[in-house]
């Protein structure tokens, strides 16, 4: 793993800059030809939903006919790997969460057949969503510290779920159980459906929810919130505490992205321009609005400020994942 990952960090930190050794951009870029935005996952889930946001203004303003491909499977893993092996002419895109990016390749290193930061460049973050610790309604604690104690009194005796072996959610709970120095057992599951329904039905005690997901059930009463993945509250719920207030859990940070990716190769010129207009797309009402109403905190910023986002989530990621021994399925 320290092979890999000392190889993805310096593809990573350099990936956007070896695109200034490619050929400017194309004349004819872009013609009048459709362009394919290729979604990792099944529509409906929170990816489909962001790249329909931001795919059809995109398009608008580039002039082109933007089509959603939907190409699930493998954790993301197909779909990414689809766009990797795309010719880098600027008419096939990725939107993809962070997990397939820095995640996938250390878990599941024999299933991914591309290296994701040197056939990938990427173009900008879309959005970036905290996650909400929740626990059953019947679980005895109402707080972090309440957990904590419980826990420890309890080891090995309480149980979480996310949704499979080697997903963000059950990375970023590992690394909370890590730091705080509890004992967890993790219960994967196939879907986050089943996970809330079961935290509901007092069957699984413990989770990690965006809050798109986690908010209206802990609104309805019917599932407890004890605290938040990042240091900043949360305008809908402010009552929420942040984890990182406990003196366990001090600079715990966690948060799920969604961003914009081209192939590997991919002129610097169309990258610049992809997200020139995509930052243009992110700042209009119309597409801030529905994100924010999911607690998600618009993307800004440059290709090179994204891929220096995800170098660093790349080697804090490794370290839970070595450390757990997470290995995919």
Request: hydrophobic share 45%.
């Amino acid at each position: 793993m320290h092979k890999l990952l000392l190889n993805l960090c310096v593809v990573l930190t350099c990936s956007t800059l070896s695109t200034l050794a490619q050929a400017q951009t194309p004349a004819a870029w872009p013609a009048a030809k459709p362009m394919s935005v290729v979604v990792p996952f099944a529509a409906g889930g929170a990816v489909d939903y962001a790249a329909r946001m931001v795919v059809n203004k995109l398009g608008e303003r580039l002039g082109q006919s933007m089509v959603i491909d939907n190409v699930a499977g493998a954790g993301g893993v197909v779909g990414t790997a689809k766009v990797a092996r795309a010719a880098p002419d600027g008419y096939t895109l990725l939107v993809a969460p962070d997990s397939t990016i820095v995640i996938a390749p250390l878990v599941t290193p024999d299933a991914v057949k591309y290296d994701p930061l040197k056939d990938l460049v990427p173009v900008g973050l879309i959005n970036i969503t905290p996650l909400i610790l929740v626990a059953s309604p019947g679980l005895p604690v109402n707080n972090f510290a309440e957990l904590l104690r419980y826990a420890r009194a309890n080891p090995g005796k309480l149980n979480y779920a996310s949704p499979g072996v080697g997903n963000l959610l059950h990375v970023a709970m590992e690394a909370l159980l890590q730091q705080a120095g509890i004992n967890i057992v993790h219960v994967p599951y196939k879907s986050t459906p089943q996970i809330v329904s079961d935290l509901i039905g007092n069957q699984i005690e413990l989770a990690l929810l965006v809050p798109s997901t986690g908010l209206p059930h802990i609104k309805g009463g019917k599932i407890k919130a004890l605290g938040l993945t990042v240091n900043e509250r949360l305008t809908a719920s402010p009552e929420i505490p942040p984890l990182s207030d406990s003196p366990e859990l001090k600079g715990y940070y966690v948060t799920t992205s969604i961003g914009l990716f081209v192939p590997g190769k991919t002129s610097p010129a169309i990258v610049e321009r992809l997200n020139r207009e995509l930052n243009a797309v992110l700042s209009s009402p119309e597409v801030r609005k529905p994100f924010e109403e999911q607690a998600a905190t618009i993307g800004k910023g440059s290709g090179a400020d994204y891929a220096e986002f995800l170098r660093k989530e790349l080697v804090r990621n490794a370290v839970v994942i070595k450390a757990a021994n997470i290995k995919g399925e």
